[in-house]
């Protein structure tokens, strides 16, 4: 019971530093407005830092089954297989964070704004798949060509 209580500080204070970590990285800003912004590298020091905590449960775990203490030794490998879900989740995060998704092209024309596509009859009197402005001609809807 010691072990599990001493681990489960060990995970509070090592996500109180890695959240103070972000938080610090979340509070120096992006840069000037209007510059454009690339994705930020991958980070893996909070994957590295759970894998490590993740890989000392996982030995403290098999410590306890092979000393002949069955039950806080599957306890154990439920703290480990959580822990594992848990810097799975962190990596999946940071990666998405270092690789967005790209925006979606837009075909717009010189001062026309780029509108979505409806799907559905009202306001497309011909059926073109373009959002008319005013319900007219084709002259008046929006990425007509026309």
């Keep these: 019971m010691l072990v599990l ?22 509070v120096a800003g992006d840069g000037p407005i209007g510059t454009v912004v690339e994705a930020p590298p991958m980070d893996w020091t909070p994957t590295v830092w759970c894998a490590g905590f993740t890989l000392a449960v996982l030995i ?17 490998l439920c703290v ?7 810097t799975l989740g962190i990596w999946n995060d940071a990666y998405d964070r270092a690789h967005p ?20 009859n009202t306001g497309d009197p011909g059926r073109s798949g373009h959002q008319c402005r005013s319900g007219g001609d084709s002259q008046e809807c929006a990425d007509s060509g026309g």
């Design 80 to 86: 480990a297989a959580f822990a594992l879900l848990v």
């Design 5 to 26: 209580v001493l681990e489960v500080l060990g995970a509070l204070v090592m996500g109180v530093f890695l959240l103070a970590r972000g938080w610090e990285r979340a």
């Design 101 to 120: 998704a790209p925006l979606p092209p837009c075909p717009t024309r010189a001062g026309v704004v780029c509108e979505p596509r409806l799907t559905e």
């Design 60 to 76: 403290v775990a098999v410590g306890f089954l092979r000393s002949g203490h069955p039950y806080a030794g599957g306890v154990q």
